[in-house]
T-cell receptor
């Protein structure tokens, strides 16, 4: 069974541009989570989608947005890129959301802003 | 809000020695606690999780963790380190606002020959 898949693996963008990252969850999983892993900052929760709706977001500005499609895949958009947006962006998925549910991670997309 | 603190950003052990990675949690409700491992250039893989069943939780690759409410701790241990255990380890707790996890800053484990 395929795990969480993310694309692209690497992305280089110029400051001010927009970046789009994509994620396909494990088959049967309805929840998708996005995390940012910047150097020295650990994993920061960005967004949570379930059944096509944004359910919660972390402490990030509105230029970080996304959506979840009817097939439960998701994309993360980062507008007006800043140098400090350079990070590994991790997508994760889980079954119907419940406390204690395991969330499964993809291998991430490296975003470099120059 | 639920949070975890990992003590020690870097831990170095000799091959064959005990591995102890420390995690303390803060939670206003009974927590659900997790340990994940991240190998270089990879995503996170679940090692084990505590969901209020047994306080001693066994995970993959010989790791285990014990939930101690009195100490608000969930330390990760392995009796004998292997070179392949070198990685970044993250402790996490279920958020009280939705079902995402709140992660600690991670501990980098170095295993020396």
């Amino acid at each position: 069974e395929a795990g969480v898949t993310q694309s692209p693996t690497h992305l280089i963008k110029t400051r001010g541009q927009q970046a789009t990252l994509r994620c396909s969850p494990i088959s049967g999983h309805t929840s998708v989570y996005w995390y940012q892993q910047a150097l020295g900052l650990g994993l920061q929760f960005l967004l949570w989608y379930d059944e096509g709706e944004e359910r919660n977001r972390g402490n990030f500005p509105p230029r970080f947005s996304g959506r979840q499609f009817p097939n439960y895949s998701s994309e993360l958009n980062v507008n007006a890129l800043e140098l400090e947006d350079s990070a590994l962006y991790l997508c994760a998925s889980s079954l119907v959301p419940d406390l204690g549910n395991t969330i499964y991670f993809g291998e991430g997309s490296w975003l470099t802003v120059v | 809000a639920q949070s975890v603190t990992q003590l020690g950003s870097h831990v170095s052990v000799s091959e064959g020695a005990l591995v102890l990675l420390r995690c303390n949690y803060s939670s206003s409700v009974p927590p659900y606690l997790f340990w994940y491992v991240q190998y270089p250039n990879q995503g996170l893989q679940l090692l084990l999780k505590y969901t209020s069943a047994a306080t001693l939780v066994k995970g993959i690759n010989g790791f285990e963790a014990e939930f101690k409410k009195s100490e608000t701790s969930f330390h990760l241990t392995k009796p004998s380190a292997h070179m392949s255990d070198a990685a970044e380890y993250f402790c996490a707790v279920s958020s009280d606002s939705g079902y995402a996890l709140n992660f600690g800053k991670g501990t980098s484990l170095l295993v020396t020959p």
